[in-house]
């Protein structure tokens, strides 16, 4: 399996432009979590799915955020219109169905926004 | 609510000598513990964890974990650092209802000496 796969892998852009990352989960995980990663506020959640539906994104920052999955193999995270302050490294990950299994992270996308 | 404590931003050990990476963690119901390490510019990798049975949890690259539960610990471990173990590393927590969000700690910096 190619694992969790992100994209872009780097992506910078001025502020108020729109902001789409890209993720596809490993085949068969049925839950898909997006974090953000920054050195200020660590390792942040900012919502997962379970079976493509949304479950908790009590993460999300704020409604500039936004993030879809249409069918089991992809999802994206939307931020529109972009901030400087959103620049940071975001994760994808992806597990199995339920709490004893561990995630599987993609390799992230590192967003500058200028 | 579920917290994970990393009390130290970073620990320096001497190569060959034994490592410990610590962390607490407050949970409700019965905890579902995880260690991952993140080397630079990737994705978080999992290395081992406990669900339930033996206290002493062996993992990826010769590292173990005891899960203590009177002192709600969940310390890493190895017995022989390399510099390549190097890495940042995350304690996560999630407790037992099914309830998938899991809780990141706030990372460990590991720095092995030559």
């Known amino acids: 399996d190619a694992g969790v796969i992100q994209s872009p892998r780097h992506e910078v852009t001025e502020m108020g432009q729109e902001v789409t990352l890209r993720c596809k989960p490993i085949?068969?995980?049925?839950?898909l979590f997006w974090y953000r990663q920054t050195m200020m506020r660590g390792l942040e959640l900012l919502i997962y799915?379970?079976?493509?539906?949304?479950?908790?994104d009590s993460g999300m920052p704020e409604d500039r955020f936004s993030a879809k999955m249409p069918n089991a193999s992809f999802s994206t995270l939307k931020i529109q219109p972009s901030e400087p302050r959103d620049s940071a490294v975001y994760f994808c990950?992806?597990?199995?169905?339920?709490?004893?299994?561990?995630?599987?992270f993609g390799p992230g996308t590192r967003l500058t926004v200028t | 609510a579920q917290s994970v404590a990393q009390p130290e931003d970073q620990v320096n050990v001497a190569e060959g000598n034994p490592l410990t990476v610590k962390c607490t963690y407050s949970?409700?119901?019965?905890?579902?513990l995880f260690w991952y390490v993140q080397y630079p510019n990737r994705g978080l990798q999992f290395l081992l964890k406990?669900?339930?049975?033996?206290?002493l949890v062996k993992g990826s690259y010769g590292f173990e974990a005891e899960f203590n539960k009177s002192q709600t610990s969940f310390h890493l471990k190895k017995p022989s650092a390399l510099v390549s173990d190097s890495a940042l590393y995350f304690c996560?927590?999630?407790?037992?209802?099914?309830?998938?969000?899991?809780?990141f700690g706030t990372g460990t910096k590991l720095q092995v000496i030559p």
């Open positions: 990950a992806s597990s199995p169905s339920g709490s004893v299994h561990e995630q599987y």
């Open positions: 085949s068969g995980h049925n839950s």
């Open positions: 799915f379970n079976n493509n539906v949304p479950i908790d």
């Open positions: 949970v409700s119901g019965n905890p579902y």
């Open positions: 406990y669900i339930t049975g033996d206290n």
């Open positions: 996560a927590v999630r407790d037992g209802t099914g309830y998938q969000k899991v809780t």
